[in-house]
């Protein structure tokens, strides 16, 4: 089923038609492996497919998937400029091991240029805004030619992402959303990185499994959700790219 050629109904049905569409394409991939779903995404979506990643385990485990299929797919990431120096290292070997740049996306703003505006600390201060400038309307910029947008998200990361589809459509962001690793879990992933010996972040060797901007970002303890250590102290558990006002985006 081609979802790129598909010939969209009236408005007054789109949102009829989008459920029972998307509803038939999840029914169909939930049981593929994230091989079977990449492949297919990269043959039906072709140039107008993106993939985004922040360079965590699962987002190494999709790269290195996509490059074995599509050597020349679009893989861009957002550099908000709080990346820790472990994820600026990982960027910098993850280049070389592919032979190959990654399209980075950055904010209007410089960091600097963004702290005499906003203060040195807005990342404390208001983070939703921190990450609404940082990383909502930089990804919004990156996916602007794209149709389809491939995500690391997995349904064992927090509660917020229990019930992550194969495939959804994303009205902010105007493309079909599209997670292969859904079903995955953090085993899979790390078996994953360990046979095929992919370059990782060394921060997860501290007990970082979730790494985000350095300001917003801890360790985790044994009993803690993957995500525990993002934006400690806070009631917000997600930056805004994938959850927004209760929903995902």
């Known amino acids: 089923m081609s979802i790129s050629h598909t010939i969209l109904p009236p408005d007054h049905s789109f949102a009829i038609w989008q459920h029972a569409f998307f509803a038939r394409l999840n029914r169909r991939f939930e049981s593929a492996s994230a091989e079977d779903i990449l492949t297919w995404a990269l043959a039906d979506f072709g140039s107008g497919l993106s993939i985004g ?75 939703d805004l921190c990450c609404h400038v940082r990383k909502v309307l930089p ?43 859904a079903r995955w879990r953090e085993e899979d992933v790390w078996r994953y990185i360990h046979r095929h010996d992919l370059p990782y972040n060394e921060l997860h060797d501290h007990n970082y499994p979730s790494i985000g901007c350095w300001p917003c ?11 525990a250590g993002r934006w400690q102290g806070l009631a917000k558990t997600e930056c805004g790219l994938h959850w927004a006002e209760g929903q995902a985006v």
Request: aromatic content about 10%; cysteine-free; charged content about 20%.
């Open 53 to 127: 990643t922040a360079f965590g385990s699962s987002g190494m485990v999709l790269l290195d998937m996509a490059l074995h299929i599509n050597p020349d797919v679009d893989i861009f990431y957002v550099d908000t400029g709080y990346f820790f120096p472990a994820t600026l290292a990982l960027i910098r070997r993850t280049e070389e091991r592919y032979g190959r740049s990654l399209r980075r996306v950055t904010p209007a703003q410089t960091v600097a240029q963004h702290e005499a505006d906003y203060g040195p600390t807005l990342y404390a201060q208001d983070p």
């Open 139 to 181: 990804m919004e910029s990156a996916l602007q030619e794209s149709t389809a947008w491939v995500s690391a998200l997995r349904r064992d990361q927090s509660p917020t992402r229990a019930q992550t589809p194969i495939l959804r459509w994303s009205g902010r962001y105007g493309v079909v959303k599209i997670a292969p690793l």
């Open 217 to 227: 970002t801890r360790a985790v303890q044994p009993e803690e959700d993957l995500r």
